[in-house]
């Protein structure tokens, strides 16, 4: 506190010298960066094909057994495929077995079939638009709170899961029948629980595979949407191009900006273990 003969503000030569820039800064690599927007753009893709799915029953030109049918064997082939990428080995350390999945799927299927009559009068007396409007929302928040892969307080799956089911039911109960009902609420659950798991396990275990497969699911997902409009088909595949090559880039060109300094004017970081004195 005595008065020295410089400034108060005054620092020698030897303060900077244990400055550190960007300490914990994480370098990305673009095709790397591009390889993680999979994830982003195949969830995107799985509400497109509901969504183009719906219309083309409500429109009459897709019949409730043919999408059953089609379902069924998407399945079948997604069942055999989950447990062949890695021989196996996950059901084994799970102790699940195939007899315990077929109960679950027939659990499954006969109350969401006797329910159907259910789901099909559940909403009769909200107006169309309210549906929409509420289907629409639904969705959106089944894309933000997915698990994308990232560690963020944000991410819910149980959340998500349960909002794109409330979207699925809200649509179904505007269908024609109740058995419209029924396999559109099923489509929901295979699209939306079960896609989701194969696309992580073909992440893991295959990432050439992965990235084909992401490919084509896209692409069919535009070719479904540019049925039924060009104009949103068009607007789609902008959005999957600037989410997979665009946004990665811009990441890539903003890390060049990070300038996050570390120094001894930082707070004082305790490692030392105290709970000895808490005894």
């Known amino acids: 506190y005595e008065r020295q003969p410089f400034p108060d503000n005054y620092v020698d030569q030897r303060f900077l010298e244990e400055l550190r820039k960007n300490v914990h800064a994480r370098r990305y690599r673009y095709w790397a960066v591009v390889f993680q927007s999979g994830a982003v753009v195949q969830q995107l893709c799985s509400v497109c094909v509901f969504v183009v799915t719906w219309w083309y029953m409500d429109a009459g030109m897709l019949s409730p057994q043919g999408l059953f049918g089609v379902a069924l ?13 890695d021989g196996g080995a996950g059901r084994r350390e799970s102790g699940q077995t195939r007899w315990a999945d077929l109960k679950s799927t027939l659990v499954f299927a006969a109350f969401t079939y006797g329910f159907s009559p259910v789901l099909k009068t559940l909403t009769e007396s909200i107006s169309t638009d309210t549906i929409y409007a509420m289907s629409v929302l639904m969705l959106l928040g089944h894309l933000i709170f997915f698990d994308y892969g990232a560690n963020a307080a944000i991410v819910s799956s149980t959340l998500s899961l349960n909002m794109a089911i409330f979207a699925s039911v809200c649509l179904a109960s505007r269908l024609p029948r109740s058995l419209h009902a029924f396999v559109m609420v099923t489509f929901a659950m295979q699209i939306f629980a079960l896609w989701p798991m194969l696309q992580k396990k073909l992440k893991a275990q295959t990432p050439r595979c992965y990235v084909g497969v992401t490919v084509l699911f896209a692409l069919a997902a535009l070719a479904g949407l ?14 999957l191009l600037a989410i997979s090559c665009l946004c990665p880039y811009c990441l890539i060109r903003l890390q060049l900006l990070k300038d996050n300094i570390h120094g001894p004017w930082d707070e004082a970081e305790i490692k030392e273990d105290l709970s000895r004195f808490l005894m």
């Open 73 to 85: 064997v998407s399945s079948l082939l997604g069942y055999v495929l989950f447990d062949a990428v």
């Open 226 to 239: 540019a049925t039924v409009s060009s104009v949103g088909a068009v607007l789609f595949a902008s959005l």
